[in-house]
């Protein structure tokens, strides 16, 4: 069944502008993970938080996770056209449970 | 250097045909897998390696068989190809079973496209 759902389905914002996505599930995890996905590409990892843990920083990211509100985001700062990709959120609970992903949030940075 | 590669990019075929996919990994990792994309960009595992031994099968047609000859590897095979087939199909690799708890490394994917 589908775990993590995200917000906004597609967003749009100037270069240089901070990018918000959301990201809620539904039952208890282990750890949330964040990936890019390039058109025409593959997945890239881009940072991993885990249950335990609150906020957690990677460059120009940061994600934040709230486990009573079964919710993360990621917020991407001083954004690039480069960004321009769609986002995913999976999530991973515990034994050989596989993740869960999202269907994305669609990110268009404009130059 | 390629970390994980899949041959070919794109396929195209005619229903009813038997397909095959490759997947190599040069990362050392001891866990790959097999995702499917559909239109909607939702992706879904279908199958998961561990040291060549399949432990993760989530619900898919037996039309679907995938093979492992050794770690590097992970080869799916499709049988019978439906309409429904036509996906975007990712490998992916990670360290150890417990590579729900690590990152996964993602192949560039191969478009099937069946007609």
């Known amino acids: 069944s589908q775990q993590g759902e995200e917000d906004p389905q597609a967003l749009s914002i100037q270069e240089g502008e901070n990018a918000t996505m959301n990201c809620s599930y539904k039952t208890s995890i282990n750890n949330l993970q964040w990936y890019r996905q390039n058109s025409g590409r593959g997945l890239v990892h881009l940072i991993l938080?885990?249950?335990?843990?609150r906020e957690k920083h990677s460059g120009r990211l940061r994600v934040t996770l709230d486990t009573s509100k079964k919710s993360s985001s990621l917020l991407i700062t001083a954004s690039r056209a480069a960004d321009t990709a769609s986002y995913f959120c999976?999530?991973?609970?515990?034994?050989?449970?596989?993740?869960?992903f999202g269907k994305g949030t669609r990110l268009s940075v404009i130059a | 250097d390629t970390a994980v590669s899949q041959t070919p990019k794109y396929l195209v075929t005619q229903m009813g045909n038997d397909k095959s996919i490759k997947c190599e990994q040069n990362l050392g990792h001891d866990t790959m897998y097999w995702y499917k994309q559909d239109s909607k960009k939702f992706l879904k595992i279908m199958f998961s390696y561990n040291n060549k031994e399949l432990i993760i099968n989530e619900t898919v047609p037996n039309r679907f068989s995938p093979k492992s000859p050794d770690k590097a590897h992970l080869n799916l095979h499709i049988n019978s190809l439906e309409l429904g087939d036509s996906a975007v199909y990712f490998c992916a690799s990670s360290h150890s079973t417990s590579g729900w708890y690590n990152e996964q490394f993602f192949g560039p994917g191969t478009r099937l496209t069946v007609l």
């Open positions: 938080i885990r249950s335990n843990e």
């Open positions: 999976a999530t991973g609970t515990s034994g050989n449970t596989p993740l869960v």
